[in-house]
């Protein structure tokens, strides 16, 4: 196989030479032809496991319980969303997973909030039947989004842009924190469903830290892989808005979720969506533009290609 993920030290890249800084733009540059890349992190194993502890004990809730915590309208932006609801594209089966959503909502007043209420819902967690759930969780997103941020500073160099290019674009964006429970393959109503289908996420670029089980695969040079990363790294696939900016440079990463063989357990994941500011024009930038690499893209918004893609996945109502 020609091309592999690569294993970058975001850390090399902050406290590192230029020689080290170099090294990892290179690596995460070839890395994200395969939409993927594995990197090591900051981030508190403690605050990990106390977040999955939190959330396997709402997941355990009775289903009426949980649907106490359901936002409706809210396009899986916030709040609970349960078992086959979310499909991916071109797939006749629903998913076999349940999922809570949060973010760090601006103030009522915020321009963004107001014209773009979808993407800036209130927030909704289950702090009453939870407690302390809200706080972690927090302290938790912020944590992955500081993360996220450091992270596209790589991504921009290796686009030929300034190291700070992705700042303003980021800055009070809709970013999404997921837990998503795939319960056991047994219990699922009908064959054909898996837990997540094949897909390709929409925003720029999305963490997955360690899961409590295997199950992630992804899809590189046309084959179906099992995501093995290092201990204690994070990995970060591509989405649709950096595929557009990058003119196709940085494909999309495609992966699904599927129980292993035989496997009779549940699988708790949390991972966030890094969004661009519903505002940005999502044209493809001009240092990705040449002869050999004409421009593929016409410009579209962020909000509007986040709408598209909700309203695919049956996740508009």
Request: charged share 20%; glycine share 8%.
């Amino acid at each position: 196989m020609g091309q592999a993920i690569c294993d970058v030290d975001l850390l090399a890249f902050e406290r590192g030479s230029e020689l080290a800084r170099a090294a990892v733009v290179d690596g995460v540059r070839r890395s994200l032809q395969t939409g993927f890349v594995y990197t090591s992190s900051d981030l508190s194993p403690d605050l990990l496991d106390t977040a999955y502890g939190l959330l396997a004990e709402f997941f355990a809730l009775a289903p009426e319980s949980k649907q106490r915590f359901v936002a409706p309208g809210s396009g899986g932006q916030t709040g609970y969303t349960g078992l086959l609801v979310e499909t991916a594209e071109g797939s006749s089966h629903a998913d076999w997973k349940e999922m809570l959503n949060w973010g760090l909502p601006l103030p009522a007043n915020h321009p963004l909030r107001r014209r773009y209420p979808l993407q800036y819902p209130e927030r909704v967690l289950p702090e009453e039947v939870v407690p302390g759930i809200s706080s972690v969780l927090e302290t938790f997103h912020n944590a992955i989004a500081d993360l996220q941020r450091r992270f596209l500073r790589i991504i921009a160099l290796g686009l030929g842009c300034s190291e700070d290019f992705f700042e303003e674009m980021t800055s009070d964006a809709p970013t999404l924190t997921r837990a998503i429970r795939y319960p056991p393959m047994a219990d699922a109503p009908a064959a054909g469903h898996v837990w997540a289908e094949a897909h390709g996420d929409i925003n720029l670029i999305t963490a997955l830290p360690r899961a409590t089980g295997p199950g992630l695969q992804v899809q590189v040079e046309g084959q179906w892989l099992d995501a093995l990363p290092p201990e204690g790294r994070v990995i970060l696939n591509t989405g649709i808005m950096l595929e557009r900016l990058s003119n196709g440079l940085i494909p999309v990463g495609w992966h699904r979720v599927v129980a292993p063989p035989g496997s009779q357990r549940e699988r708790l994941s949390v991972v966030q969506f890094c969004h661009a500011r519903p505002t940005t024009s999502l044209a493809p930038l001009a240092c990705c533009c040449t002869p050999e690499n004409p421009q593929r893209y016409a410009g579209i918004s962020a909000a509007d290609a986040l709408e598209d893609v909700l309203y695919r996945i049956n996740l508009l109502a």
